[in-house]
């Protein structure tokens, strides 16, 4: 006798191929912060763990020198500024002159040279000006993304010189769990498959970014890099982390569970038992996917729906052996009524 629980019938249903993954989850995005000035800092404006955004500025240094040194750039323009209009303005006033004889050529030429000599001049000191402008910016201290403050390396009123890191930023929304495959599987990752994880105790899930070209010659392994949303913050950079890369995913596949295959005396066929006309029928069977976090295995040829068949091991089994399916289910599966076979 078989009860429902050791028969299935043969249905349609899910089935997905994975691969197994671990490694660390860390921060997509960071940065050293680091000061372009020599200056004494004015004021912090951020502490440890406090999220920024873009733009933000996180501290700011005195600038009363560098301020009054944009000023006399601006001033140095202005009146460089002057001066070449007023010189331009004498060059074309002399070459009309020259044109009617009332000029010598010679003197042409010297208004033509003070003129382009007042050009060069408002450049120079237009290119005083963006350094003096660049060196205002750079006394405030700026986010350079969003993210959050991971250290914070100095304190109000410190004398800092340029290239002093001052903080530590991580981008948090968005983390990358790098983890390797075995070389021999390579080919059957791809950017953009899902990967479901767990971290923490929790379920994640992230997809496919990159995957190395190359195979790493100490471990036969292949680096896999995947991108994982973390809009809220609730996994944290460094935790480790284990899941499967689906492969390949299939919504409607004809499936058996796990347990009902069976495989010949020299390993060398699977087959099922199916139920048919009240006794046991070794049915052989193809298989496809083996999904092993569903337990179930598609089945490429072999068997149609409805068909019914044992799981498990209910006991000694063998072709032509007279069944009785007691209880009115009639097995696990595709099918919900049960029908009841006699020996």
Request: no cysteine.
């Amino acid at each position: 006798m078989l009860g429902p629980t050791d028969t299935y019938k043969v249905g349609k249903g899910a089935v997905e191929a994975t691969l197994a993954i671990s490694g660390d989850l860390r921060a997509f995005e960071s940065a050293n912060i680091r000061t372009r000035i020599d200056g004494v800092i004015e004021k912090v404006f951020v502490r440890e763990g406090q999220p920024v955004a873009a733009g933000t500025v996180l501290a700011k240094y005195e600038s009363s020198e560098q301020d009054a040194s944009l000023r006399s750039a601006e001033a140095d323009v202005a009146a460089t500024k002057s001066d070449a209009e007023t010189a331009q303005w004498n060059a074309e006033q002399s070459k009309g002159l020259f044109k009617v004889g009332a000029i010598a050529e010679r003197d042409l030429r010297l208004t033509e040279q003070a003129a382009v000599a007042a050009k060069a001049r408002l450049a120079a000191a237009e290119a005083r000006q963006r350094t003096a402008t660049n060196t205002v910016r750079d006394t405030k201290v700026v986010a350079p993304f969003i993210g959050t403050i991971e250290k914070r390396l100095v304190q109000d009123g410190e004398n800092t010189s340029r290239g002093t890191q001052l903080f530590t930023m991580v981008r948090t929304t968005i983390l990358e769990l790098t983890g390797s495959l075995p070389a021999r599987s390579a080919d059957d990752v791809k950017p953009g498959q899902v990967v479901r994880f767990t971290a923490d105790g929790r379920a994640f899930t992230g997809r496919v970014s990159r995957v190395s070209p190359t195979i790493d010659p100490a471990t036969r392994s292949v680096a896999v890099y995947v991108t994982v949303p973390n809009p809220r913050g609730v996994l944290k950079g460094n935790t480790f982390a284990t899941g499967q890369v689906v492969t390949t995913a299939i919504s409607d596949a004809l499936v058996v569970p796990a347990t009902a295959i069976r495989a010949n005396v020299d390993g060398t066929r699977s087959f099922v038992y199916k139920i048919q006309g009240g006794e046991l029928v070794m049915a052989f069977v193809r298989t496809g996917i083996s999904d092993e976090s569903r337990g179930m295995v598609q089945i490429v040829e072999g068997l149609q729906e409805q068909d019914q068949v044992v799981v498990g091991s209910p006991g000694t089994l063998g072709p032509t052996m007279k069944v009785t399916i007691i209880g009115n289910e009639g097995g696990r599966g595709g099918g919900r009524r049960g029908q009841k076979s006699t020996p």
